[in-house]
Every structure is written in structure tokens, then in C-alpha cells.
């Protein structure tokens, strides 16, 4: 049958967060464990392997800790991969799985079930948005206005349509989803405003000028990005904008560590 997880009493377990030494989806989890006033170091280990590069390609590297943890087993619940999180005999794989799981034992999925199901919605929305600018193919900016499409176009399942979608038509659509009180749902923080924030609004200066400077702004460009949610979703950008300032979000971000990627 299904693996049955035990429910595990925040207060009383130590999480181990096992990753590369840079932020990847797993910074989202790092922002889940600030807003509930969890901090690296303080109250969960926050282990970053670190890497060194042998080749031209962002992909040749090695990381001895990591073959170290693989050896070991302790990287088997993620199919020999990271990221891992290990809590008392517990382990973990996937990002998404971990920010779930954190976001439930910490108390910021929502006040129901209905809320943890619109938290949820939220969280897919903002994955289809970077995969969107990942496959973008139009032939005006991904920042530029929107095409003006006929309806049944901007329905439309055809890939060269979707491939077209830039980002002031999916903040339109999104602007939908989000709620009205300064948060992704509800009245309070949760999961899908630290996956909203690490979209849209996430900020590495370590990282301009090196081989991941693209990946230093949402997008490649704050400013822009900025513009267009005030365009398309005001209501957006206020939930980004305010995010950094949350307690717990802001010593994190203060005291976070330089970062590889």
C-alpha cells in the first residue's frame, strides 16, 4: 500500500535541508522556513554542498560531498539526486514535496482545506509561468504588451499560440487568483506568496557579473518585471513587494549566504 508519513510536532524535530551551495527551487523552502521564524543554522541545519567547476559548461562540475551523501544512501528518496530534507528518521525528495510538507508542519497552508487547495493552485500557476518563459517564442519581448489575439486564440491549445503567452498575459490572468488583503490567499502568508516572491520579485547581486547573471533578477530584469505587474496586477505587486519585509523573511534574507547560483 501507500508509505504512510507520520506527522511530525515542529517544535520538538530538527530539520536537515540538503542542497547544492546556491538557491535553485530549493530557496522557495528556505523562504517557507522564514516565514515560520525558522532560520539556517538557528533552527534547521541548512546543509549547502559545495561545488567547483572543471569545464566551460554550468553543468561540469563536481561536488565530492554530494557523491559522499550519494555513496552513503542518503540521497535515495530523491533518486540519488538533491534535494533532500531528513527530519528524525525521515527523508524527503522534490522541492515541491519538501515546501508542502514544511508549509503544513509550519501552518502556512492556509486556514482549511479550501485555502490550502487555492495556496496549491497558486504554486502550479507561478511553475507554468516560468516554464512559459522558458519556452517563450513570441515575437515581441516577453515584457512588451500583449499581443492583441482574438479570443479564441488566447483559448487556444494550439503550442504556437501558448509559445506566444508573454508575461503581461499570464500576470492577467494571474491577477485573478491572487487575493485582495496584501497576500497570494487569505489573510496571511503562506507557501504560494514565498513562490510569488522567489518569481517575481527575488534579488542575488552576488550573481551579476558571473556566469548566472541572468538568473540574478526575476526574468532577467527587476525593473521590468516591476512594470509590468503594476500594469497588468497591482494587487501582485503588492504581495511581492511587501514579502522581504516579513518577520522571519527579513533576518533571513539579511544574514543569507553568498550564493552560487
Given at each position: 500500500?501507500?508509505?504512510?508519513?507520520p506527522?511530525l510536532?515542529?517544535?520538538?524535530?530538527?530539520?536537515?535541508l540538503?542542497?547544492?551551495?546556491?538557491?535553485?527551487?530549493?530557496?522557495i523552502?528556505r523562504?517557507?522556513f522564514a516565514l515560520?521564524?525558522?532560520l539556517?543554522g538557528r533552527?534547521?541545519?541548512?546543509v549547502?554542498?559545495?561545488?567547483s567547476?572543471?569545464?566551460?559548461?554550468?553543468?561540469?562540475y563536481?561536488?565530492?560531498?554530494?557523491?559522499?551523501?550519494q555513496?552513503?544512501?542518503?540521497?535515495a528518496?530523491n533518486l540519488d539526486r538533491?534535494?533532500?530534507?531528513?527530519?528524525?528518521?525521515?527523508?524527503?525528495?522534490?522541492?515541491?514535496?519538501i515546501?508542502r510538507?514544511?508549509?503544513?508542519?509550519?501552518?502556512?497552508?492556509?486556514?482549511?482545506?479550501a485555502?490550502?487547495?487555492?495556496?496549491d493552485?497558486?504554486?502550479?500557476h507561478v511553475?507554468?509561468i516560468?516554464h512559459?518563459?522558458a519556452?517563450?517564442?513570441?515575437?515581441?519581448?516577453?515584457?512588451?504588451?500583449v499581443?492583441r489575439q482574438?479570443?479564441s486564440d488566447?483559448?487556444?491549445?494550439?503550442?504556437?499560440?501558448r509559445?506566444r503567452?508573454?508575461?503581461r498575459?499570464w500576470?492577467?490572468?494571474?491577477?485573478?487568483?491572487?487575493?485582495d488583503?496584501?497576500?497570494?490567499?487569505?489573510?496571511?502568508?503562506?507557501?504560494a506568496?514565498a513562490?510569488l516572491?522567489?518569481c517575481?520579485g527575488?534579488?542575488?547581486?552576488e550573481?551579476?557579473g558571473g556566469?548566472?547573471e541572468?538568473?540574478?533578477?526575476?526574468f532577467g530584469?527587476?525593473?521590468a518585471t516591476?512594470?509590468?505587474?503594476?500594469?497588468?496586477?497591482?494587487?501582485?505587486?503588492?504581495?511581492?513587494?511587501r514579502?522581504?519585509?516579513l518577520?522571519?523573511?527579513?533576518?533571513?534574507?539579511?544574514g543569507?549566504?553568498?550564493?552560487?547560483?
Amino acid at each position: 500500500g501507500a508509505l504512510v508519513l507520520p506527522r511530525l510536532r515542529a517544535k520538538s524535530k530538527r530539520y536537515r535541508l540538503i542542497y547544492y551551495d546556491g538557491r535553485g527551487q530549493i530557496e522557495i523552502v528556505r523562504f517557507i522556513f522564514a516565514l515560520g521564524q525558522k532560520l539556517p543554522g538557528r533552527d534547521y541545519d541548512n546543509v549547502r554542498l559545495p561545488i567547483s567547476y572543471i569545464g566551460p559548461r554550468d553543468t561540469d562540475y563536481d561536488c565530492p560531498e554530494f557523491n559522499k551523501l550519494q555513496a552513503q544512501g542518503r540521497l535515495a528518496c530523491n533518486l540519488d539526486r538533491v534535494p533532500v530534507l531528513e527530519c528524525g528518521g525521515f527523508a524527503l525528495g522534490q522541492s515541491p514535496a519538501i515546501s508542502r510538507f514544511i508549509g503544513r508542519e509550519l501552518g502556512l497552508m492556509g486556514r482549511d482545506e479550501a485555502e490550502a487547495a487555492q495556496i496549491d493552485a497558486v504554486v502550479e500557476h507561478v511553475r507554468d509561468i516560468r516554464h512559459a518563459f522558458a519556452t517563450f517564442r513570441g515575437s515581441n519581448s516577453w515584457f512588451g504588451e500583449v499581443d492583441r489575439q482574438k479570443s479564441s486564440d488566447v483559448r487556444s491549445s494550439d503550442t504556437r499560440v501558448r509559445e506566444r503567452r508573454n508575461l503581461r498575459w499570464w500576470l492577467r490572468q494571474l491577477d485573478c487568483c491572487v487575493g485582495d488583503h496584501g497576500f497570494a490567499v487569505g489573510r496571511r502568508a503562506s507557501i504560494a506568496d514565498a513562490s510569488l516572491y522567489f518569481c517575481f520579485g527575488e534579488v542575488c547581486a552576488e550573481l551579476k557579473g558571473g556566469p548566472y547573471e541572468s538568473a540574478a533578477e526575476p526574468f532577467g530584469d527587476l525593473a521590468a518585471t516591476r512594470r509590468a505587474m503594476q500594469a497588468e496586477s497591482p494587487k501582485l505587486a503588492r504581495i511581492v513587494e511587501r514579502f522581504p519585509a516579513l518577520p522571519g523573511v527579513r533576518e533571513y534574507l539579511e544574514g543569507r549566504e553568498p550564493q552560487a547560483f
